[in-house]
């Protein structure tokens, strides 16, 4: 779109000059400098959507890398679940394939009053759900912007 207008402004300013040059008559070399300026404002308009654009092309690296240390936290939690079951409550077996086989070990915890008061428990889920917060902007606000730019910059998706 920026590059239409661009297009636009930039053919009113050549039209304008080209005309003053030929008779000399002050509306079109207001016409041809208003255009020159307005060139200008959109040339800006596209140097910076195309730089927002590109920075934008980062965001499905950093959602992955958001997961991947969420897995991490998941995956600490869980054995700090298997050693606290094993040895404080001594419980069966088949509640440790339960608990290993659950979606999420952060639901888990919440059982576990003993296990959520640990500090380094508490720390890593108030990472994992700052993390999830943010992947969660990043989805919603991130690529939609990133699509906004796109389509001023180029009609792009």
Known sequence: MILVILGVVLAIAVVGFILYSRTDEEVFFATGVGGATLSLIAFAALLIFAVEASVGNHIPEKIKMYEQENQKIEQNISEVIDTYITSQVGMQKELIEKVNNSESSVVIIAAFPDINASEAIKAQ????????KKIKDLL??????LSVKRWWLYFGH
């Open 140 to 145: 919603k606000e991130g690529l939609i912007d």
């Open 125 to 132: 889920v108030e990472i994992y759900q700052e993390n999830n």
